[in-house]
Nanobody, 124 residues
Framework: QVELAESGGGLVQAGGSLRLSCTAS????????MGWFRQGPGNEREFVAA????????YYADFVKGRFTISSNNAKNTVYLQMNSLIPEDTATYYC?????????????????WGQGTQVTVSS
């Protein structure tokens, strides 16, 4: 079992920045990758970014490339999502997830464990 706790969401003006954190506890040794997803009102959950533990390879959705950066502190079992140049369309609940089985790091269906989510609101 893995528990994930997100933090760092909030209200920010367009053009601003936020840094989300996700700390994992429990059976973290079997994690293959960690991902960030988001879900806005009336929308499906969508992939934002992921990092693979084996080689620190990172993946991004096209709509965040150049604005968001995913990173990790392995010693702290923590993954970060630095979000810059935020736009109102980035408003959503952001979830971190841990993948412990083969599959695509971009697909929500590949992930076994999910955090409760943290709200990000970008005002215009």
């Amino acid at each position: 079992q893995v528990e994930l706790a997100e933090s760092g969401g909030g209200l920010v003006q367009a053009g601003g920045s936020l840094r989300l954190s996700c700390t994992a506890s429990g059976s973290t040794f079997s994690s293959l990758s960690m991902g960030w997803f988001r879900q806005g009102p009336g929308n499906e959950r969508e992939f934002v970014a992921a990092i693979r533990w084996s080689d620190d390879n990172t993946y991004y959705a096209d709509f965040v490339k150049g604005r968001f950066t995913i990173s990790s502190n392995n010693a702290k079992n923590t993954v970060y999502l630095q979000m810059n140049s935020l736009i109102p369309e980035d408003t959503a609940t952001y979830y971190c997830a841990s993948r412990h089985r083969p599959g695509s790091s971009r697909s929500p269906a590949s992930y076994n464990y999910w955090g409760q989510g943290t709200q990000v609101t970008v005002s215009s």
